[in-house]
């Protein structure tokens, strides 16, 4: 059923395109063109936050905060093992997976750690990634309360993952 339902889109669209008189290639261009805009738009911004991505794990200072937090985090259910992760993920969806697939590597995908981190990985967003990337194409400076609330919900995300695999 879902496999007749693309080509069924794409031709609708084209018999509707056909009956007003559009000329469906010449949209289809003036849409790749602002998708390429939009790309080159944010390209500043993306190479600055994977610069910044870059030199906090390098510089040790997400590990070094992982071990002043782990406490605190243990305290939210977190284990000590999935600090690093809950540090990366919002800024960094790729480095986010990297140190996922490090921790269920080193503990096993059935480790509490492990579980943990599954679930963290699909419940929370890369929050600073996203803001950064809408705001700064969109010459936005001021987010306002944008980040606190994207942090805190994936803090909340971040506790709901442990207290679900505690759980379950």
Do not use: H, W
């Amino acid at each position: 059923m879902v496999s007749v339902l693309v080509p069924f889109l794409l031709f609708a669209i084209c018999g509707y395109a056909l009956y007003t008189g559009i000329d469906v290639f010449s949209v289809f261009l003036q849409g790749a063109r602002k998708g390429l805009d939009a790309a080159i738009g944010i390209l500043p911004t993306l190479v600055g936050l994977l610069t910044a991505v870059y030199m906090l794990r390098a510089s040790g200072v997400i590990d070094l905060t992982s071990e002043i937090l782990s406490p605190i985090m243990s305290m939210l259910g977190i284990p000590k093992e999935c600090t690093v992760l809950a540090l990366l993920k919002p800024i960094s969806g790729g480095g986010g997976l990297a140190v996922g697939s490090e921790i269920i590597k080193a503990y096993g995908a059935d480790s509490y750690p492990g579980r943990v981190a599954a679930v963290m990985l699909g419940a929370s967003e890369t929050s600073l990634y996203t803001i950064g990337i809408y705001c700064g194409y969109l010459g936005i400076k001021n987010t306002r309360y944008a980040i606190p609330v994207a942090l805190a919900g994936d803090m909340v995300a971040f506790v709901t993952s442990a207290f679900f695999v505690k759980i379950f």
